[in-house]
């Protein structure tokens, strides 16, 4: 149970993020009174379908999609696996030789695991190198085309480090070569952060999440573009155009939309307060703590306006997390999603980093909630922590 009492500084919005009282309002607003099933003929079910689409009109607004191209899922994990699973299944029984997929070694697990389950299936797949600072070639996304690839699937942002990957040039270059390729991008980080149209990008399916941009957790939606259809991963009743199946959740897709709607609207306020926050912070930690330095990119351009991760030498990062939970600091090393395997960081052992400096990383990740005295508290709370921790670490002779 979280102490009440306590006085917390959350940054750790990459992770998730506070719902917004507007979504909590119209979520509540409904959870009472509209509890049709929206596959009912009748008029409760009728209202709980007209609610849906209400919600996905809100976010096909955002994405510049139609209305009808957004499938509903219970998040940003299932809907990777319904692109990656159910896209790379289709291809290959349409045609038994197309079976090759690219990805790059820094995506989400939700997509790395979704690949190895299909290469125990005898596909094959490419997992592209990252540079240093966590950015992929295009000419290495190129030079893996082959006549037998179906399927391409690189994140739009990442989650750890926050790096941009120039989707709308390697979708522009992978048609190119082949135009029948299809492509899909985990937007689960970009969304509510990159101005994203799906129509301009050409993109062929994308991921999203309602639970990163001030929505319910639970909920996410795949879009799928007009005349590509995945196989089903999840069987049953044919909703959501009979590509994923099962009792919508209503509530959770009243919140998606609503926080979508929302962000349209904040989209410049909430990325500019962010970015001034976070550019603060990296400034300040760089300045004032020794021995530290930022991971990924440094072109505000090509990072997430939200995420910025540090090496602290001479810590683990694992302490660091725990002793300012302590001060009432919230932040994580990577991806919380990945927690429980208790693994290191895929993605910055994919950007060359040793195990020392993959040890002592940690994620700091803004959110609009946040204020300067929560960044200012944090960074006086964190170069006190960081000393503490210098004194007792194995390696203090060379960092203390
Ligand atoms: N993809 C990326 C890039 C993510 O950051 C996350 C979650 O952190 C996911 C997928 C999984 O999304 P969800 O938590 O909605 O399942």
Do not use: W
């Amino acid at each position: 149970m979280l102490n009440e009492t306590k006085s917390l500084i959350y940054l750790d919005n990459a992770a998730s993020t506070p719902i917004h009282k507007e979504v909590l309002k119209e979520m509540l607003q409904n959870i009472e009174l509209d509890y049709g099933n929206p596959s009912s003929i009748h008029e409760l079910g009728r209202k709980s379908k007209t609610l849906i689409q209400i919600a996905r009109k809100r976010i096909s607004k955002l994405i510049n999609s139609d209305i009808d191209e957004i499938i509903f899922t219970s998040g940003g994990t299932e809907s990777d696996n319904l692109a990656v699973l159910g896209m790379a299944r289709k291809i290959r029984n349409i045609n038994p030789r197309m079976n090759h997929i690219i990805t790059s070694s820094i995506e989400h697990d939700a997509i790395l695991e979704c690949c190895k389950d299909l290469e125990n299936d005898n596909f094959e797949v490419t997992y592209l190198p990252v540079t240093n600072d966590g950015y992929i070639r295009p000419k290495d996304m190129i030079s893996s085309i082959k006549p037998s690839t179906g399927l391409i699937t690189i994140m739009f942002a990442n989650n750890e480090v926050g790096t941009i990957q120039p989707i709308e040039e390697l979708v522009k270059i992978a048609k190119n070569k082949n135009r029948t390729l299809i492509f899909h991008t985990d937007a689960v980080q970009a969304l509510g952060k990159i101005d994203i149209d799906v129509k301009r990008l050409n993109i062929d399916l994308m991921s999203l999440s309602s639970h990163k941009i001030n929505g319910p957790k639970g909920i996410g939606a795949l879009y799928v573009k007009k005349g590509i259809r995945p196989n089903s991963i999840i069987h049953g009743g044919g909703q959501e155009y009979s590509i994923r199946s099962g009792t919508e959740n209503v509530i959770g897709i009243i919140g998606f939309g609503k926080a979508c709607e929302i962000i349209s609207k904040s989209f410049v306020y909430n990325n500019k307060k962010i970015l001034e926050m976070k550019e603060y912070l990296i400034k300040k930690i760089l300045d004032e703590i020794p021995n530290c330095r930022l991971n990924g990119g440094v072109n505000v351009d090509k990072v997430l306006t939200n995420i910025a991760n540090f090496t602290f030498y001479g810590v683990n990062g694992e302490d660091l997390i725990i002793k300012l939970d302590d001060y009432g600091v919230a932040v994580s090393t990577g991806s919380a999603c990945s927690v429980n395997k208790q693994k290191q960081s895929h993605v910055l052992k994919a950007m060359g980093f040793t195990h020392e400096e993959i040890t002592g990383s940690l994620r700091l990740t803004v959110g609009v909630q946040n204020n300067m005295d929560e960044i200012e508290n944090t960074i006086e709370i964190l170069k006190k922590v960081i000393l503490e921790l210098r004194e007792i670490s194995p390696y203090n002779t060379k960092y203390h």
